[in-house]
């Protein structure tokens, strides 16, 4: 996690840069259309009529709150620990945070506790630009070292116990989201009205279960071709990819940084010079470089190092193949079954599923890629074609629509979202979009996020300013 000195000297870079040469930082708003679609996997399946909805304004906007195995749900409300109570080798905690991933909320805690990022474990990453709510497990910290823990603005850890086990990936039942939509040109009445019946008609007859952009590596969306070099091991070619890959939908400033890296391939400290300012927008690409400075031509050790990233690119390829599978059958009108496999099982019966896409790609099954990237192997080998939503509440209120709804776990509240609208996220926002921090929780008559909002003021704070900006 960034200290707020490092978050605020690359904010002022950035402005000094920005006042300068505003062209750099000029872009047209990220929406999902089917070109978007298209580059992940998904085509011809959505309705074309959909409004546009802008998501993740503020973090507040986007509230997922795990559902654990026994039903229990890990809300995000602001609480305080004294004391821990239980017995056990393991100490245990809801994680709250905002404006951050889950792998930087680890990172920040391992180094705080002086501890390694491995000792710390969870069922799922959650969302970044949200207010999140997980369990995580920690070993080798002490309780003093726990309660201890204050951050903030960014993050707190409550309901905190010790006991026996560790939790492992997909150890949940699924999330409740609780989501706020903005709509550029306000619904009428009957339009609100309409919304809300189709809401309830796709949560009761459930929804393709698509991998969504955020699997991709938003905005970049490359993560699946990083995945590619990793399947073909061509593991240099799949670390100068994250590092010098030029997106249409990246910044120009941070392409052009890319571009001067690319000219400077090999000189690990030039490189690391050229991005080391900017720690926010370049955190996977200053982790592989921190390895390869210190071994130059290690492009495996440097993967490793970095295997939780590394890990999602894998993965990323899998769920390309996976969408561009679903999408065909669903076109073709045939015969869909429940779940489909996964290529990062690395079992020959699962990689057949696919085999029309891995030869185009010129992808074959070779076992060294699980051999020298372990970490690489899916501990869920399928994925369901389907899933079903449990709507609690919805709102309609001219150009706000605000959801509230339980998933089970493998599934993406935007891939249900995309039934309804056209979603845009990230800079510069959709014109028309209203910029007014919402308490989605009061809206649903849920309570509120009064002492919430107080706590994680500085993250609201951060996103009101680079809103003013126009870049984030």
């Not at 207010?131 to 003093?144: G, K, L």
């Not at 994250?242 to 090999?266: H, I, M, V």
């Amino acid at each position: 996690m960034l200290s707020e000195e490092a978050y605020q000297r690359e904010q002022d870079l950035l402005d000094e840069v920005r006042q300068k040469s505003p062209e750099l930082f000029a872009r047209s708003p990220f929406i999902d259309d089917d070109r978007v679609f298209q580059i992940i996997g998904i085509e011809g399946v959505f309705p074309t009529d959909r409004p546009v909805g802008y998501l993740r304004l503020f973090p507040s906007d986007f509230i997922v709150e795990e559902i654990a195995e026994n039903g229990k749900v890990r809300t995000v409300e602001l609480a305080t620990n004294k004391q821990i109570s239980g017995t056990g080798p393991n100490i245990y905690a809801d994680l709250v945070k905002a404006g951050m991933s889950t792998l930087d909320a680890k990172r920040a805690l391992a180094r705080h506790w002086n501890i390694e990022e491995k000792y710390i474990r969870h069922a799922g990453i959650k969302d970044r630009f949200a207010i999140t709510s997980q369990r995580i497990s920690i070993r080798h910290a002490t309780d003093e070292q726990v309660l201890g823990a204050s951050f903030p603005g960014k993050l707190f850890l409550k309901n905190i116990s010790r006991g026996h086990g560790i939790i492992t990936i997909g150890k949940l039942q699924g999330n409740r989201f609780t989501i706020v939509v903005r709509v550029p040109h306000a619904l009428s009445d009957n339009q609100g009205e309409a919304l809300g019946a189709r809401v309830a008609q796709i949560g009761r007859e459930g929804f393709w279960n698509f991998f969504y952009t955020q699997r991709f590596g938003t905005p970049r969306l490359i993560t699946h071709l990083q995945g590619l070099c990793l399947f073909t091991r061509q593991y240099e070619e799949g670390v100068k990819m994250c590092l010098t890959y030029l997106s249409p939908y990246d910044l120009p400033y941070f392409n052009e940084l890319r571009k001067q890296a690319l000219g400077r391939w090999g000189d690990w400290e030039a490189i690391f010079k050229l991005l080391s300012p900017f720690p926010m927008h370049f955190p996977s690409e200053l982790a592989l470089l921190a390895h390869l400075r210190k071994h130059p031509t290690d492009f495996v050790g440097a993967l490793h190092a970095t295997s939780e990233e590394t890990r999602i690119w894998a993965y990323a390829y899998a769920s390309y193949l996976f969408n561009r599978k679903l999408s065909g059958l669903i076109r073709d009108h045939a015969s869909i079954p429940e779940v489909l496999p996964l290529i990062t099982s690395f079992r020959a019966e699962d990689w057949d599923e696919y085999r029309e896409f891995t030869q185009a790609d010129g992808v074959e099954l070779d076992p060294r890629v699980a051999e020298e990237l372990p970490f690489v192997r899916a501990e869920v080998p399928t994925w369901p074609t389907r899933q079903k939503a449990i709507v609690h509440s919805f709102a309609a209120n001219g150009d706000l629509a605000v959801l509230s709804f339980s998933l089970p776990k493998g599934s993406y509240a935007t891939s249900f979202l995309s039934n309804f609208f056209i979603l845009a996220s990230d800079m510069p926002i959709v014109p028309g979009v209203s910029t007014m921090i919402v308490d989605a929780k009061k809206m649903l008559g849920e309570g509120n996020l009064v002492r919430e909002f107080e706590y994680f003021d500085s993250a609201l704070a951060s996103r009101k300013e680079e809103i003013k900006k126009g870049f984030a």
